[in-house]
């Protein structure tokens, strides 16, 4: 399924979306995209926190960093993940 079939923006209102950010400054777009990025973070942890609900905050840490660099690049910059029980 195209991406098109995922919106739930009328095509009119996407238009203007895509016209406010052509048209915003540089900071307004790292802001929106420094949030998101947040945003995104943010439901990361909710889901590991589900799936592995004894985890400890360092050991959470360390598998939010397998989602955000890869398995491989987390393991070479942290360490294997520790699991505390």
């Known amino acids: ?16 979306q895509i016209d406010l950010m052509r048209r915003a400054e540089g900071w307004r777009k790292l802001q929106l ?17 589900a ?10 840490r360390r598998r939010l960093a397998d989602v955000l660099l890869g398995a491989e690049l987390a393991e070479e910059v942290y360490g ?3 699991i505390e029980r």
């Open 1 to 16: 399924m195209s991406s098109r079939g995922l919106r739930d923006t009328a095509p009119e209102a996407h238009r203007v």
């Open 33 to 49: 995209a420094d949030q998101l990025h947040q945003s995104l973070r943010t439901l990361a942890l909710a889901g590991l926190r």
């Open 51 to 60: 799936r592995h609900p004894g985890a400890s905050p360092e050991e959470l």
């Open 80 to 82: 294997p993940v520790a």
